[in-house]
């Protein structure tokens, strides 16, 4: 069985690399070479600069189906069958696999535009899944990959710089650990460039009639979820924690002509990107999680976004930044005090700044909303101030109490503790889908 990931076939300004592996997967296949389990849509590291949009790598598998199939596209014309295993190693075919896929690539990838790179890489065996979590929380060198690659005999091609071999490897190491779904429509090609024809009264339909689909639309900003907003060839997107609700949520979705259509097992919604660390372990481009408090008031800054003083559980402090797009965010954290305690996630560019992308109320310090007089406990009545300074005065037995008998009113606070989200629309393809990471 031999292993294929690709990268960086696609630019800023079109194209897209899902697009290209269906023609890899076509080729290969009038080739003589079986799909063996679903491809693969690995987003990897969210927050490096030179990424293009969602910064996805592909991978799949080929060899000589063995067991059951089933159809996971349609491309051509033609259904897309998938085998769930694989049969005993035959003819090394690796080199005419690479020249294959590599001629399908050429083809379809925006070569030449600025930026794009493409890579490409065939194995017989996985590389060690470290290359996917290095890929998905920290900026590689792609000279250590292609070290490793070439260490353990695999064969790569590149157009241009090598940074897409990161982003292929990484896809083909994937562990594939609690995987979500999204079956893809493309459109046809004299379409590209028009206006989407999508129904999006037929996609919350979709949504309503199956709990596993997640991320079709938001209802706040009444914006559909499942279609992109750049020139590329895809049509529409539906993500499921299921394969079969992914598959049947498409067919049930009213829109132009189809050209094609594929099924990928992805990582989208499980939040690999985050690691548990402490602040001063934060550097570029990273992502984490950390537990901690809130150290000094929330500060509103211009355009509704939150600066909020945080430290971690051992005191270092992290300016953190709630972003007003994300909606939630900024309007829990205006409402934060200091000594609340939190457990929050998010991650940072160049500079030092940690941009929150959720958080969790753990616990929440007293608020005092103001003084209540004392309550006298031979008339139960409620004590009357006798003025600025001069204390309290019970109005039935004339019972008299100091100032300082005052007790503090307790405010409930406007957000409890729970886990909070940015709005579906401003979340990342990898953001947790669940109450917390």
């Known amino acids: 069985m031999l292993w294929l990931g690709i990268d960086d076939t696609d630019s800023p300004r079109g194209g897209c690399t899902t697009h290209v592996l269906t023609e890899v997967i076509r080729a290969a296949g009038d080739a003589g070479f079986d ?6 849509l690995v987003r990897l590291n969210p927050n490096v600069p030179w990424k293009t949009r969602g910064n996805a790598a592909l991978s799949a598998r080929f060899g000589r189906g063995r067991g059951p199939r089933r159809a996971v596209g349609r491309v051509a014309g033609r259904p897309v069958w998938a085998f769930s295993g694989a049969r005993s190693r035959g003819p090394d075919r690796g080199p005419e696999l690479l020249d294959v896929a590599w001629a399908a690539v050429r083809a379809s990838a925006s070569v030449g535009a600025a930026g794009t790179d493409p890579a490409l890489v065939v194995t017989d065996h996985r590389p060690a899944a470290h290359w996917y979590w290095r890929a998905v929380r920290d900026v590689v060198d792609p000279a250590d990959v292609r070290s490793a690659l070439r260490r353990g005999g695999a064969l790569v091609r590149t157009l241009g710089s090598d940074r897409g071999i990161v982003g292929a490897t990484a896809a083909v190491a994937w562990p594939a650990g609690h995987p979500t779904w999204e079956a893809i429509a493309y459109r046809r ?17 979709a949504q309503a009639a199956d709990p596993r689909l997640f991320l079709c639309e938001d209802v706040r900003t009444r ?6 907003h750049t020139d590329c060839p895809i049509l529409f997107g539906m993500r499921a924690t299921s394969p079969l609700a992914a598959t049947r949520a498409l067919r049930s979705v009213r829109s132009e002509p189809v050209d094609r259509w594929m099924l990928f097992r992805t990582n989208q919604g499980t939040g690999d990107h985050l690691a548990v660390l402490g602040a001063d372990a934060i550097g570029p481009y990273r992502s984490a999680v950390l537990f901690g408090t809130v150290r000094g008031p929330p500060r509103v800054l211009a355009g509704g976004h939150v600066e909020l003083p945080f430290a971690d559980r051992n005191g270092v402090p992290l300016d953190c930044l709630a972003f007003e797009p994300t909606k939630t965010l900024p ?57 600025r300074g001069r204390g309290f005065r019970c109005p039935s037995c004339r019972r008299r109490w100091p100032p300082e008998a005052a007790r503090p009113r307790w405010a409930r606070p406007e957000f409890g503790p729970g886990t909070f989200h940015p709005t579906p629309s401003a979340r990342r393809h990898l953001a947790p889908r669940g109450p917390e990471p």
Request: glycine letters at 8%; one cysteine or more; charged letters at 35%.
């Open 35 to 40: 799909l063996i389990g679903e491809p693969r």
């Open 189 to 205: 090609p004299s379409r590209i460039g028009r206006r989407r024809a999508v129904d999006a009264r037929s996609v919350r339909r």
């Open 331 to 387: 309007a829990v954290a205006r409402t934060l005090a200091p000594g609340d305690r939190l457990r929050i996630w998010g991650s940072r560019a160049a500079d030092p700044v940690f941009r929150l992308e959720g958080m969790q109320l753990v616990r929440l310090s007293p608020r005092a909303a103001g003084l209540d007089p004392p309550r006298c406990a031979t008339c139960d009545r409620r004590a009357r101030s006798r003025g």
């Open 223 to 228: 914006r559909l979820l499942v279609t992109p």
